[in-house]
């Protein structure tokens, strides 16, 4: 499964983004999927995961009650919907694609080029 993500770009702190990530099979409906991110000289950090149908979903701390995890596999397509947006989430985002969906980048076997995500004070 291949992964593109899209739609970082740079705002001002209060904004919001809306990341997609769209694979290339179909077969991404069958996976878990999660958000990591990494801001320059750091490690990937988890951001938030959804289970194969959507029913169930994950956030980090930092971003819980701000960011919302979804997909549509009927387009193999996954997202994340990013409000209230402060200077400390600027990073470059990642997508995943996995058996799991856990909080760990081992959990996942695919992985998307990531998009940056600038935010502005």
């Known amino acids: 499964v291949q992964l593109q993500a899209s739609g970082g770009g740079s705002v001002q702190a209060g904004g919001s983004l809306r990341l997609s990530c769209a694979a290339s099979r179909r077969t991404f409906s069958n996976y878990g999927m999660g958000w990591f991110r990494q801001a320059p000289g750091q490690g990937r950090e988890f951001v938030a995961a959804?289970?194969?149908?959507?029913?169930?979903?994950y956030y980090s701390d930092s971003v819980k009650g701000r960011f919302t995890i979804s997909r549509e596999n009927a387009k193999n397509t996954g997202y994340l919907q990013m409000n209230s947006l402060e200077p400390e989430d600027t990073a470059v985002y990642y997508c995943?694609?996995?058996w799991g969906n856990g909080n760990r980048p081992g959990d996942y076997d695919y992985w998307g080029q990531g998009t940056q995500v600038t935010v502005s004070s």
């Open positions: 995943a694609a996995g």
């Open positions: 959804i289970n194969w149908s959507g029913g169930n979903t």
